[in-house]
């Protein structure tokens, strides 16, 4: 199986168009949403396509294949418009015989990291930052990047976690182990 991860959508109609194009490009069966999907948050800039009413609508027709995990922006009243769960905070995801460890980067992170063992890996968000080092993983964010970065999205296949520039360009690769 392939997956897309996406993470910090923050209500950007551009970012859920980018994941739907990333996910039929790159033939994905499913998409990880590590959190903030539909509002931007206090401390965040509004995105320039800041539209949480088409996010929705883009995102409720793949209700399916999604697997999502609550971000620090995300509320009890987005679960009422959104038709797949997003209110965990983590979710435990074994991929090629890999145990991911989903979650959105609030609660835990590179700072505070959850029980794991030696060969598992922490897939998270809310940094905005894709980063690929020491079995922890960030897509980065495909609305509202920081740091100097571009938005950015991530794929998992066979053995590698590889991030995308919103242009489909490879932007950064690990293999994983």
């Known amino acids: 199986m392939k997956y897309l991860v996406i993470s910090d959508i923050h209500g950007a109609k551009s970012g859920a168009l980018c994941a739907i194009e990333a996910f039929q490009l790159h033939h994905c069966d499913m998409i990880i949403c590590l959190g903030d999907i539909l509002y931007h948050g206090p401390r965040n800039d509004l995105p320039s396509t800041y539209a949480p009413k088409e996010v929705i609508k883009l995102l409720n027709p793949l209700k399916d294949k999604i697997i999502a995990v609550r971000g620090n922006c995300d509320a009890e009243v987005d679960q009422m418009v959104l038709e ?21 980067g609030h609660h ?15 897939l998270s968000g809310h940094t905005h930052v894709p980063t690929t080092t020491d079995h922890m993983l960030n897509p980065g964010s495909i609305a509202l990047a920081k740091n100097g970065h571009p938005n950015t999205y991530a794929i998992i296949d066979d053995d590698h976690f590889s991030i995308y520039d919103t242009d489909h360009h490879l932007y950064m690769q690990t293999k994983l182990d």
Not at 84 to 104: G, V
Not at 108 to 122: F, I, R, S, V, W
């Open 84 to 104: 797949f769960p997003i209110l965990a905070d983590y979710n435990i995801l074994f991929i090629n015989e890999r145990k991911f460890f989903l979650t959105h």
């Open 108 to 122: 835990y992170g590179p700072q505070a990291k959850p029980t794991m063992e030696a060969n598992d890996y922490l």
